[in-house]
């Protein structure tokens, strides 16, 4: 082994100590280059923001903590709109800065992270914000795209320009700690606290405490986003097994909404130009609705979800073929379109602006929809049916199949085009077991409560002949089961629980003056109403209510004679009048078997307002004009069905005697000497009735719709 000599050992050391000092020297240039090349990087960044957005964009000192990674002490982003405040500030970020990138002059940073972040948006007005300016295109530096905005506005494009800026700003990894995000504006106002909101490797974790116009949710939030491909897929959820409340809904249509765990994925976007079509997913657990138009109590959906096709363009906006919904395990195929036209001036009379608001949301709109479910097992369909929507039918349980259809189209500029279908299909379908209610009852002696239009119970009595009250079919007069029915329902002893055309009538009219001005109840459904329901007219009663008939008229749960025998004991006749027996001994002093023509039209007249029961005549117990114009309407149906001969038509007379009880309660004035007073004009009080309108045309009657009496 050859021996290093003391003047080698010098020379080695010489030349590792020349080695050291120009590592020294070397790093000592690449971390001054670095730093260099950071503040080049940091410049190009703050260049590059403020050509795209009007905004000024300011760093605080920036530096290396280690080989990799950046710090900076503060950083803010100021639009530049005059008056407009802050937008962003923080307080330190720090990320990783790939060495290699800076060199080569496009800097990549990763792992972002920021500590006291604050991102203020305010709203002065509706010209006025900090804010828009991300999702707006600035004029002069976007290329014009020819765009009719005559036929409204386009919300696919803005759609578009909300999704880009959302998930153009979102970085790859990033690690927000205490972050304050504020929102004011002259109706509104938010505060989302986050103590911590991370992404990493794509997967989002965090959670956040909102205060929203005064309602406070705490939320969890977890999932995974990829920004490059606008994909992505999170949940959100109540912490402190608290639901999660929709803050605006409730304080916009005065509904709760509430959940426990919401998803949303988004999958795919496709935007031509004109029109924005989107792929996803959204499911929600233990979603709660309570609106008292709605329900009276809340409606449950313990899970469900949709997969949707969406498309969102001009003035438009649609579900598309490939939409699903799930409820439980039933399946549901919608197809929905909502446009907006232009208002002809024949429409509005005047202009749109003149319109209340609500009516220039409605001006214009084009509505088409279409469901259908697959073919589902009975008790499939029951457990798919919201908790809180279907009381009576909780726990019912059946055999078979059922399976939806609903195709409902209409024009807002031409409200007479509605069109309307809605049926199930069954197959081999009966009820096993009923739930809460025994809808069997109808088959037997129950007993019966009768409510005021307040809901207080106003009497019980028992619907059957332990009742000495009670009258048979078979012992009512047929003059009377005849004129209710035609007066009523025309075709209640062959239909299936509803008439189709009255009720599309019905919706035209309720359309037209914006309220519920009429209905289009069969016999069926007052009957079901009366006994099954509450008197409380909201949305899920109705929905309840067309569900039961569809089971009682569709199993043939009830003969129709049956139907009609409990609706003639148990409707109302007038005040604290329950019952065909208490009605023809309180006006007549009959029995209901003796009850002739004349006594039959006036039982049937005041159905619909039983309280209302004098209005037909004038003070001094004259029939009005209206009052006249029903009775020979009626009779003129009736004969045309063959129900009453035409020579007891034409005896149809122009007066009622009253008798007992009835005649006190008239309470007809006397009458004036004719011969120095003048007998008053009738009032308008009670206005004509368009019956033949009203029992959707009678095209089998063929009777003409000018006034009978006018025509004698």
């Known amino acids: 082994m050859q021996r290093v000599t003391p003047a080698t050992k010098k020379k080695i050391g010489i030349g590792l100590g020349i080695l050291a000092v120009l590592v020294l020297i070397g790093l000592g240039l690449f971390l001054v280059k670095r730093q260099q090349l950071l503040d080049y990087a940091l410049v190009q960044v703050k260049q590059r ?34 008056a407009a405040d802050t937008l962003l500030r923080a307080r330190t970020l720090r990320a990783s800065l790939s060495v290699r990138s800076l060199f080569a002059g496009r800097p990549v940073f990763s792992n972002v992270e920021i500590d006291q972040a604050r991102l203020t948006a305010r709203k002065l007005n509706d010209e006025q914000d900090n804010y828009s300016f991300l999702y707006k295109r600035d004029k002069e530096k976007t290329p014009a795209v020819a765009r009719d905005t005559t036929k409204g506005t386009n919300y696919g494009l803005l759609a578009n320009q909300l999704l880009e800026a959302t998930f153009d700003n979102i970085p790859d990894e990033a690690d927000f700690r205490d972050f304050l995000v504020t929102y004011d504006a002259p109706r509104h106002r938010a505060r989302l606290t986050m103590p911590r909101l991370a992404i990493e490797g794509g997967e989002i974790s965090g ?63 496709d935007f031509n130009q004109e029109e924005l079509t989107l792929k996803g997913t959204a499911s929600a657990t233990n979603f709660i609705v309570n609106h008292p138009k709605l329900s009276d109590q809340d409606v449950r959906f313990p899970r469900g979800g949709i997969d949707f096709v969406t498309t969102l363009g001009q003035a438009s906006f649609s579900l598309d073929k490939g939409t699903r919904v799930l409820l439980n395990r039933m399946e549901f195929f919608p197809e929905f379109s909502v446009r ?58 059946g055999e078979g199949t059922l399976q939806y259809h609903l195709h409902a189209a209409l024009d807002m500029n031409q409200l007479d085009s509605l069109e309307f279908d809605s049926g199930l299909r069954a197959t081999k379908f009966r009820v096993t077991r009923f739930g809460r209610e025994n809808l069997n009852k109808l088959n037997e002696s129950f007993p019966y409560t009768a409510y005021n239009d307040k809901g207080d119970s106003v009497k019980t009595f028992l619907v059957g002949p332990e009742n000495p009250e009670f009258t048979p079919y078979n012992q009512v007069a047929d003059e009377l089961k005849y ?17 189709e055309k009255a009720f599309v009538k019905s919706a035209i009219q309720n359309l037209k003056e914006r309220r519920f001005a009429r209905g289009g109840s069969t016999l069926s459904m007052q009957l079901v109403k009366n006994v099954f329901l509450t008197r409380k007219k909201t949305i899920v009663r109705k929905v309840e209510e067309a569900l039961i008939v569809w089971i009682i008229e569709n199993t043939r749960l009830a003969t129709k004679e049956r139907m009609l025998e409990v609706y003639l004991n148990i409707i109302e006749w007038g005040p604290k009048i329950y019952g065909v027996h208490e009605a023809a001994d309180f006006y007549f002093s009959k029995s209901p078997a003796n009850l002739n023509l004349s006594e039959s039209l006036y039982l049937a007249s005041i159905i619909p307002s039983p309280k209302r029961f004098r209005a037909g005549f004038n003070q001094y117990g004259d029939l009005r004009s209206s009052a006249r114009y029903f009775r020979r309407l009626i009779a003129q149906l009736m004969a ?65 719709t000018t006034d009978p009496t006018k025509s004698e």
């Open 640 to 704: 045309r069905k063959g129900y009453i001969t035409d020579e007891e038509y034409q005896s149809v007379g122009n007066s009622v005697s009253f008798s007992g009880r009835g005649l006190r309660a008239m309470n007809f004035s006397a009458r004036p000497d004719t011969t120095r007073v003048a007998l008053p004009a009738d009032s308008a009080e009670f206005e004509p009735l368009n019956l033949l309108d009203l029992l959707g045309g009678a095209p089998d009657a063929g009777v003409n």
């Open 340 to 397: 907006r036209r232009p208002v002809p001036e024949r429409v509005i009379g005047k202009n749109v602006n003149g319109l209340t608001r609500r009516d220039q949301l409605l001006a214009g709109l084009v509505l088409n929809l279409n469901v259908e479910s697959a073919e589902t097992p009975a008790n499939d369909f029951f457990d798919a049916l919201p908790e809180g929507m279907f009381e009576t039918l909780e726990g019912t349980r």
């Open 49 to 82: 923001v403020e050509r795209k957005f009007p905004v000024t964009l300011t760093f605080g000192p920036a530096r290396f903590t280690d080989l990799n990674t950046v710090q900076l002490d503060g950083m803010s982003l100021v639009p530049t709109a005059p």
């Open 207 to 269: 959670q956040l405490t909102a205060v929203i116009d005064s309602v406070e949710n705490r939320v969890g939030v977890r999932g995974r986003i990829d920004a490059g491909d606008y994909e992505v897929d999170a949940q959100v959820f109540g912490l402190d097994k608290r639901p999660v409340v929709l803050p605006y809904v409730q304080r916009r249509y005065g509904a709760r909404v509430q959940f426990d765990t919401v998803r949303l994925s988004l999958s795919d976007k």
């Open 483 to 499: 004129a209710i029915m035609t007066a009523e329902d025309p075709r209640f002893m062959s239909h299936r629980g509803f008439m």
